[in-house]
């Protein structure tokens, strides 16, 4: 295995917590671990919540792993580590017992040590799914083959790659995809769980221009604002979507100033509601000062149609926040984007959408966000023909098994498209309502996490329809 810049070497970390808010542990450990000098966080894997083993009668554990780049030996890592344990306050009381946080050495390099206080590779992780899963997805399979048979109960516990990722395939395991933690309640999305529910986020456009519903919600007129709000959740919205830029083809720039003052008069409202403390908060922009503004009055989300594209600072800014980031796939500008060279796809669509999200993820993941903050949404509309938008519709489960991408959760946003339009000859977008139903069945068959709608009523009943035919 390569090693990482020049001076480094590179080592993956099992993380583990299940005393108290355990996503704020793990978060902590992880910020903890960037701020030590010689250390360097470069990946994380998704979340996973699991059943604690060898000691039963405890809570489920949230595990996962990180990819670091370091400075320091093994041994001088180590020290590091259980400093920090100690720093976040972990107490051991009993061996593999609770914990507040646990911070493991399972690789480093291609070194094998075997020492009283410390084994490399991790003498137990083979018989531990919650730690194999992880190192799965940060692509370290190159150290299943190599482990050595010098260290007996290492050598003994070896089996085939293969027969290992059928055996995690097959697993029940939940991965856990943490979208947001508002205080003691954590609001996440279990990807891979089949009975998961779907979410419903609402669409909340404070823009005078928006194609369907631009000036219903004026950010200057707090009881339409309110009225809005109320029966959106109501309904059973469980996320609401801000937006103050419309991203309609050809639509308008506004300045970064104008859009702040439409958003946060709506993240006041949501938050002054007794039945908005359990609502998540996201912020519908392409720029990093509006989500940075955003985030500060209280939301929890940040929906990028760019997936960081229209705006240098915006994937360091939502790293540095610590929020969750939705990486939308699109093409070129919202006055660009329909051209014919943004809608070709020569290389076939799903393929493509798929690698070029690959690449925001990457993207995400070297400014400093954590796996478990990322949602991403195929962009149907942007850059797509009308063929192109059934294609994705059909498609989502090719989607969501490709390699890199497997475990995020996917946001499907379809409501009221010309692409509906067209096809059931409906030339208003607010009489769309039936043909975004059957668009929204088709992302629940899909397997998506969040649909974004605007009709919230009708289509919380048509998710929880398809929710019970689909995710039984």
Request: aromatic fraction near 4%; glycine fraction near 6%; charge should be negative.
């Amino acid at each position: 295995m390569s090693t990482g810049s020049q001076g480094t070497r590179r080592a993956y970390i099992a993380l583990g917590s299940n005393v108290g808010d355990r996503l704020d542990m793990i978060e902590k450990a992880c910020l903890a671990l960037d701020q030590e000098s010689g250390i360097k966080v470069t990946r994380t894997s998704s979340l996973y919540e699991t059943e604690p083993m060898y000691v039963e009668d405890q809570a489920r554990f949230l595990n996962g792993a990180c990819e670091i780049e370091t400075t320091l030996e093994p041994m001088a890592l180590l020290d590091r580590l259980q400093y920090i344990e100690n720093d976040l306050g972990r107490v051991k009381l009993i061996d593999k017992g609770p914990r507040s946080i646990d911070l493991d050495i399972l690789l480093y390099e291609d070194e094998v040590i075997d020492t009283e206080r410390l084994k490399i590779p991790h003498i137990l992780m083979l018989e531990r799914e919650f730690v194999l899963r992880p190192l799965c997805e940060l692509w370290v399979s190159f150290y299943l083959s190599i482990i050595p048979d010098t260290i007996p109960s290492i050598g003994q516990a070896r089996v085939p790659l293969a027969q290992s990722l059928r055996k995690l395939a097959s697993s029940l395991s939940t991965p856990v995809s943490t979208t947001t933690s508002m205080g003691e309640n954590t609001f996440s999305i279990r990807a891979l769980e089949n009975t998961r529910p779907t979410h419903v986020m609402s669409i909340l456009n404070t823009t005078p221009d928006s194609f369907s519903d631009g000036g219903q919600n004026s950010p200057t007129d707090e009881t339409a604002l309110r009225n809005t709000v109320s029966a959106h959740i109501r309904a059973g919205a469980t996320i609401i979507d801000i937006g103050g830029q419309s991203s309609r083809p050809n639509a308008p720039d506004v300045t970064s100033e104008e859009e702040i003052q439409r958003v946060l008069p709506a993240i006041k409202i949501i938050k002054s509601l007794p039945e908005g403390s359990n609502i998540c908060i996201s912020i519908d922009t392409y720029r990093a000062k509006v989500a940075e503004k955003a985030i500060e009055a209280g939301a929890h989300i940040i929906n990028d149609i760019s997936g960081g594209l229209l705006d240098a600072n915006m994937l360091p800014t939502v790293s540095r926040l610590g929020c969750t980031v939705c990486l939308m796939h699109m093409r070129g500008t919202p006055a660009t984007m329909t051209s014919a060279e943004n809608c070709s796809y020569p290389d076939g669509l799903i393929p493509t959408i798929a690698k070029e999200l690959l690449d925001r993820v990457r993207a995400a993941e070297e400014a400093g966000i954590r796996r478990w903050r990322i949602v991403l949404d195929p962009g149907i509309g942007f850059a797509k023909t009308t063929e192109q938008n059934l294609e994705i519709l059909r498609s989502m489960n090719e989607l969501r098994s490709w390699p890199g991408l497997v475990g995020l959760p996917w946001l499907l946003g379809s409501s009221r498209k010309g692409f509906i339009g067209k096809i059931t000859k409906v030339k208003e977008a607010k009489q769309r309502t039936w043909g975004t139903a059957a668009t929204v069945a088709a992302a629940v068959q899909g397997g998506a996490d969040i649909v974004r709608v605007h009709d919230v009523d009708e289509m919380v009943k048509v998710t929880r329809m398809s929710d019970a035919i689909w995710r039984a």
